[in-house]
């Protein structure tokens, strides 16, 4: 995700931004070194339905969620997939803790769509983190110089408890009666949260939903859902790299797909961690005995590392492209393709493992269990649908138009 030193200074103070990671290497390191708390802390944030403030300030600290932001904003401007290894190496401990990082770092590229002067004002704190709800309801109308916002409620607001702002999709009522998609960036003192959050899996991300009686949004928080999936936005002429340039539905599940997929990678590993632990000392017979789990073992872990190396590549090509137009129209569909594939598998493989788990593993204090209800309930995010992905790449590779549905979604 290089850019030149053409960026554009927007006149931000950075000081107290994040530490600046230098390499993918050094943010691994900075991950790898908070590993045992976030696992320490995984069990307690699922009982409380709520991720660790302290893991969360320590992830601030590292510089972590400044991955994939530009340097004029105070980031560390490296690429999708350092963001990817990063999130997947986190979801390897907890979960929940991946979520909400690949959805705060990832938030820290969406808002440089912007125009200008929110860039300015949103990140004029270069440390803020930013959430979203990209459907929600209510009624939006053109008033002044912005829009009025009124009814609004929408669900899966991960990341509410520690963001600042929250970026929001809707659609404008214009006075010709049509509608204009339109995303927003609204502070979450507008905002009241709604404790609904009780769910199967991945409880500690508290992503719950949110509610927005009446608030003004001035024009400059706005940007057209059209320009965003063209890579015509505003904030596209602020920053040199292709990334800013490209449809931001090709980019945005990358921020959260390492989670899922290292929840898996953890599955694997814990239960092969177990059993090694039961059988030292074996007799040659009773391992014999266990071939059969060895090689699902084996199988699983190949599948997810498989699913892993699949998304990573993708990642790397976007941030190889100098130009959006380096991505060919097949590659962009073979992007939530292998997404979509990508999730099932790692999740279908980890299911595997559970299931010679045993009696023992279906308690709640069992860390399988939990991974188990975690990656299944990632793996229902509406990125890693399977059939929407694998009919949408079909189509593309037999040279046919795009179903209707998805041409509707690009308008």
Not at 209 to 235: E, Q, V, Y
Not at 265 to 284: M, N, Q, T
Request: with cysteine; hydrophobic share 45%; charged share 20%.
């Amino acid at each position: 995700m290089a850019t030149t030193a053409e960026d554009r200074d927007l006149g931000i103070n950075l000081t107290g931004a994040w530490p600046v990671l230098q390499s993918g290497e050094a943010a691994m390191a900075a991950v790898r070194a908070m590993l045992p708390e976030v696992r320490a802390a995984d069990a307690p944030s699922e009982a409380a339905r709520h991720l660790s403030d302290s893991l969360v300030e320590k992830m601030r600290a590292s510089g972590l969620f400044g991955l994939v932001m530009p340097r004029n904003l105070g980031g560390s401007e490296l690429g999708f997939a350092d963001l990817v290894r990063v999130t997947s190496e986190l979801g390897s401990a907890s979960g929940s803790a991946a979520w909400i990082f690949g959805v705060l770092a990832g938030h820290s590229w969406l808002i440089n769509l912007f125009p200008e002067a929110a860039q300015r004002e949103i990140m004029g704190d270069p440390t803020t983190l930013i959430a979203t709800v990209f459907r929600l309801g209510g009624s939006v109308v053109p008033e002044g110089d912005g829009y009025r916002l009124t009814g609004a409620t929408g669900r899966f607001c991960s990341g509410i408890d520690y963001a600042t702002w929250v970026i929001i999709g809707n659609a404008v009522k214009l006075p010709d009666g049509s509608m204009e998609p339109r995303f927003f960036v609204v502070p979450k003192s507008e905002i009241t949260v709604i404790d609904d959050w009780t769910t199967m899996g991945m409880r500690a991300t508290g992503s719950r939903s949110i509610k927005i009686d009446d608030c003004f949004i001035p024009a400059h928080r706005s940007c057209s859902l059209a320009d965003m999936l063209a890579g015509t936005t505003p904030g596209a002429r602020l920053h040199e790299g292709a990334i800013f340039r490209m449809p931001f539905a090709d980019l945005a599940p990358f921020s959260i797909v390492g989670a899922p997929l290292g929840m898996a990678r953890g599955l694997v590993r814990g239960f092969a961690e177990h059993l090694g632990k039961r059988l030292e000392g074996a007799d040659p017979l009773e391992l014999a005995e266990q071939s059969a789990t060895f090689a699902r073992i084996a199988q699983a872990g190949a599948e997810v590392d498989a699913a892993l190396a699949l998304v990573i590549s993708d990642a790397q090509m976007i941030d190889r492209a100098r130009e959006p137009s380096d991505i060919s129209p097949l590659q962009r569909a073979q992007i939530p393709r292998n997404w979509a594939w990508a999730v099932q598998t790692a999740r279908y493989a980890a299911n595997r493992v559970f299931e010679v788990a045993g009696g023992s593993g279906i308690y709640d204090g069992d860390p399988l269990q939990r991974i188990f209800r975690d990656v299944n309930s990632a793996a229902q995010h509406f990125a890693f649908t399977w059939d929407r992905a694998m009919t949408g790449y079909g189509r593309a590779i037999c040279g046919l138009r795009p179903s209707e549905f998805a041409i509707q979604k690009r308008k």
